[in-house]
């Protein structure tokens, strides 16, 4: 369900197609929520269905169309409901710390590989949060520039503030992911050689 919710807030800040939501999404709401355009789709349809997104078609080309979604009043009266409603965690499934648990069956150059690309792939995320910030920063994020427009003066610095908030809890997770794989190599290290 929170797919439909990370919609209805990129609603909030102004019409878009599913194309368009697909891009916006990606780099945005991406970093948080993973969605391909194949669960988009048929959600935009269930939502309007419901009422939470009205969909109208716009000119796309000589003869085609696309579908553009506006958020309706339903849709932001449960996009805030949401918003205000206590938060459920779901279960864990952690591939890469359920492997750990079980490295004493590989091959210790499989176990040394395998942590580095666990430390590769969060540097990796930690380059692209710590863009996020910097543009947040500088003002140089289109998606929160168009957020910031539809909002009153006074209420933009509380919004930009969470943004970052949000993406700095992406970087300690990140930090932490790092710290964990490198004590893994440590470990390897300081463990005696298999018999």
């Known amino acids: ?17 599913g194309y368009d939501l697909h891009k916006v999404f990606e780099s945005s709401v991406g970093h948080v929520w993973y969605a391909p355009d ?37 849709g932001s009266g449960e996009f805030e409901a949401w918003m205000n409603s206590p938060l ?28 580095k690309a666990h430390i590769e792939h969060h540097e990796t995320l930690l380059r692209q949060w710590n863009q996020k910030i910097l543009e947040i920063d500088t003002d140089t994020s289109t998606m929160l520039t168009r957020r910031l427009a539809t909002l009153p003066a006074d209420q933009r610095q509380r919004s930009r503030a969470f943004k970052r908030f949000a993406y700095e809890g992406l970087i300690a997770r990140a930090e932490a992911e790092i710290a964990w794989a490198n004590s893994g190599l440590r470990l390897l290290d300081d463990l005696p050689p298999e018999a």
Do not use: C, F
């Open 88 to 115: 459920e965690y779901s279960r864990v499934r952690d591939p890469a710390h359920l492997r750990a648990a079980y490295l004493e069956y590989a091959a210790p150059e499989s176990a040394r590989a395998q942590l």
């Open 1 to 17: 369900m929170s797919l439909r919710y990370a919609l209805l807030a990129l609603l909030n800040v102004e019409p878009m197609t």
């Open 38 to 74: 194949s669960q988009i789709y048929p959600e935009l349809r269930k939502m309007e269905a419901q009422g939470l997104v009205r969909g109208e078609d716009i000119p796309w080309g000589k003869k085609a169309t696309k579908r553009r979604y506006h958020i309706t009043p339903a």
